[in-house]
RNA sequence: GCAGGGAUGGUAGAGCGGUCAAUUACACCUGACUGUAAAUCAGGCGCCUUUCGGCUACGUAGGUUCGAAUCCUACUCCCUGCA
């Protein structure tokens, strides 16, 4: 079989459907995977992720490593085990922390030495590391480590980038042979993918594209991105990348991102998505609510808006969230009361705002999956945006 | 009735002669949040003004003083103890 099938091409756009198929199940395409850094999505059980449509999930190789450690959860039987989450599983290098944690870090040919946030103990996380310690996680997809910048983005600077990242990407790719291949891994399913870098350079992210395809990775991952350069900027990154990256690979997003966001990239080729976005701002009491807008010429179409659910207006608002959505939060409950659960800081406030998001994410993915199978996608594309001005 | 304590901005509660439009907390409002060091962070919060600045304010009315939320007097109300 495949590793990834592609179910249906949108003839609009380089959209489409799909299936990867992994050691723990199928990942249909378009998708979001819920972010749980440490081996859980923020205050969601693994068995509501999978009764909501996730598939997959995301977790973090620097944070896992930190704590409970590696070696832990390998004795634990891996991850799937330990956080009994028995879909697939997607881990970062922890490329990503080499960058949000620039204050303390130090990145070399040999790899980033750091100190540890809560303990200050100084470490290195080599490209080799980064794949030993996803190797003792048993993920389903694991990345590389990758180096990249930040914004604003410089040529001279993603230049380098890409080549220490290339660099990078041949010893992972030693490294996993070693292990995964010819080891005695806890997931020989395991995949490792490759990371496109370059900012929104289209000739550095056309040799990167084309540095990781000729290392022959299963899946790719676009990277450098969401980091706080315009929506316009980061679609230049990806439309600079995917046209290099086989039709027939799986392309993940990292990091992306607002609905519109996801909208936009899937349109451009990425398969799959992943982005604190729904669970940090349920936590912050900003919800994702579906909107209808009504254009010049009377035409309604799809969008949404975001509400501040701690605001007084609502105090009284005994209406659900969304009257759109089927999540437990809008099934059962009213603002008023959600407002009060924030207000009086009950952590019940911080699970149902979250459930909400994530269903909003997933139902999103579902709408955007339906609209490329049936031919419509097109005119998604064209509507679906954020609702300003009409919380 | 006597004695003592107190009345401060939406609320609680500091301040006790100038540096006070007034600490702080809560409430309220704005804004952030994109491979999670985030149940977090930043800002605003008397009125007018873009800034400078001006005006009105600390129970009420007077007074002392160059200057009062801060001191004095009277009044109103509240609390506590004794009758």
Known sequence: MQYFEILKSDSGSKARTGV??????????????????????????????????????????????????????????????????????????????????????????????????????????????????????????????????????????SKESIALTKRWAERAIREYQKIVIDGDPINPGQKLWGIVQGASFPDLREQSAKDMVALGFDGFAIGGVAVGEPHKEMMKAVESSTPFLPESAPKHLLGVGTPFDIVQAAARGCDTFDCVIPTREARHGRLYVNQRQETSDKKQIDGYATIDIRLEKYKEDFTSVDNNCDCYLCLNHSKSYLRHLFATGEPLSIRLATMHNLKFYLNLMQKIRTAIQYDYFGDMVRNYQEVVGSK
Request: hydrophobic share 40%; net charge negative.
């Open 20 to 157: 990867i198929h992994t050691a723990h199940g199928d990942v249909q395409t378009p998708a979001f995977l819920p972010i749980g850094t440490k081996g859980a999505v923020k205050s969601i059980t693994s068995e509501e992720l999978k009764f909501w449509g996730a598939d997959i999930i995301l977790a973090n190789t620097y944070h896992l490593w930190q704590r409970p450690g590696d070696a832990l959860i390998y004795k634990a039987g891996g991850l799937h085990k330990f956080m009994n989450w028995k879909g697939p599983i997607f881990t970062d290098s922890g490329g990503f922390q080499v960058f949000s944690l620039a204050k303390m870090r130090k990145v070399g040919e040999g790899g980033v030495v750091f100190q540890f946030d809560l303990d200050g103990r100084t470490e290195i996380l080599s490209p080799e590391k980064s794949v030993d310690i996803q190797a003792n996680l048993g993920s389903d997809i694991a990345l590389i480590l990758d180096d990249f910048p930040g914004y604003p983005f410089e040529y001279e600077r």
